[in-house]
């Protein structure tokens, strides 16, 4: 079954009693046993709920893995899997990692006596100058938020798995329509499942995806004591979002290019991040593991007052925190997504306070480019870039 049809089949029949097309919202915290010799296979909603249960196996198979664990945020997922590790235990966390998964290293894991040290996913040998006897787990990303790099997973998870790591990869930017991490040797998949899976900004939650039995039952089990699972209604919303995943994507992918290729060009425009253009450092890379480019863009002016001018004087785009839904958003990272960071921290990630990043929605490309046209137009020009 290919990757469109699993998305409106798997997990997903009709209901056995009125044959509902749409799968009905199981809106009930308890479940009523017949008698207490058989225990029913789902009997209380924070342990598991049959829409929560459509929507992992859905997301399972578009990921070509066996087990899935869907939870009530993104930030839910990465914290379970980071939850693999016990005091003694050290880290390897990709240098160009989201703030949010920063911040639960930096501020929160060595409250729990784990440590953690940073690598560079764009040169995977770097791992072996960092790897210590008590590191357990390794975490990277693809492409990467807000700088759009593309690292080698496979070749990041070869060198995690010659020292015995658990290899975990969130694989939220490129969803699993264009990448499928597990493929190539990872270990757990993680997705902020707020962004494409649902596609329509209007619910948050995460998912893990393996094909490991005993990550996938330490994974289920944390989660059930730690009450981080979805509600049915936003369960129900993400499997609604899931089934118009594919044709979203083409959508994203082909108007980010058109927008990529414009700013590209633009001559107060000095610098786009997107791994579908032919400059991009990690084209090649991106070629071979992904099946398109995405529908994220970031991109860079001279000075700070022109990319802030930018983001505050667009009609189409909305200035929004999150992505991935059908609706444009511009993002300031600095004051957003990476605003647990200090700035240097920010910068050297390669994220400077000139820089915007652009989720690209299904609108008209031509209506998405003559917004940007007028904003950058109509920025006030500086004798000196701010940086």
């Known amino acids: 079954m290919h990757f469109a049809t699993k998305a409106l089949r798997v997990g997903q029949d009709p209901d056995p009693k009125y044959r509902a097309v749409v799968p009905p919202i199981y809106q009930s915290s308890t479940f ?82 784990v440590s953690y040290s940073g690598f560079d996913a764009q040169n995977p040998e770097t791992i072996r100058a960092v790897v210590q006897a008590t590191t357990k787990l390794l975490i990277f990303e693809g492409p990467t938020n807000p700088t759009m790099r593309v690292p080698d997973i496979k070749a990041v998870t070869d060198i995690a798995h010659e020292y015995g790591l658990i290899v975990v990869f969130d694989n939220t930017f490129a969803s699993p329509a264009l990448q499928n991490p597990l493929d190539l040797g990872v270990d757990i998949v993680l997705h902020s499942t707020t962004k494409y899976i649902s596609g329509h900004s209007d619910v948050v939650g995460g998912a893990t995806i393996t094909n490991n039995e005993e990550l996938a039952y330490f994974i289920y089990e944390w989660n059930k004591a730690f009450g981080s699972n979805p509600s049915p209604f936003d369960n129900w919303l993400s499997l609604r979002g899931v089934r118009s995943l594919s044709c979203r994507m083409e959508r994203h992918c082909k108007n980010a290019m058109a927008v990529a290729e414009y700013l590209e060009a633009h001559p107060r425009v000095t610098k786009v991040h997107y791994p579908g253009l032919a400059n991009h450092p990690d084209h090649e890379v991106a070629k071979k593991q992904m099946s398109d480019f995405g529908g994220m863009v970031s991109v860079e002016f001279a000075t700070v007052e022109e990319a802030r001018w930018v983001a505050e004087h667009v009609g189409v785009f909305l200035l929004a ?31 400077p306070p000139t820089m915007l990043r652009l989720s690209i929605g299904i609108e008209d490309e031509r209506d998405l480019i003559e917004d940007l046209k007028q904003a950058i137009a109509s920025a006030p020009v500086k004798a000196t870039a701010n940086v």
Not at 35 to 51: A, E, G, K, M
Not at 65 to 81: E, K, P
Request: proline share 5%; with cysteine.
């Open 32 to 113: 009523a046993w017949e008698d207490l010799d058989h225990i029913p296979p789902i009997d209380y909603s924070r342990c598991q709920n049959p829409t929560r249960e459509m929507l992992e196996k859905v997301i399972a198979a578009l990921e070509n893995g066996s087990c899935c664990t869907a939870f009530s945020s993104g930030m839910a997922a990465v914290a379970a899997t980071l939850a693999l590790l016990q005091q003694g235990d050290h880290l390897l966390l990709a240098n160009d990692i989201y703030g949010g998964t920063f911040r639960l290293a930096e501020k929160y894991l060595p409250r729990n006596g």
């Open 321 to 351: 925190e999150s992505l991935g839904g059908v609706e444009s958003l511009i993002a300031y990272p600095p004051l957003m997504s990476h605003a647990t960071m200090t700035e240097e921290q920010r910068l050297e990630r390669g994220i």
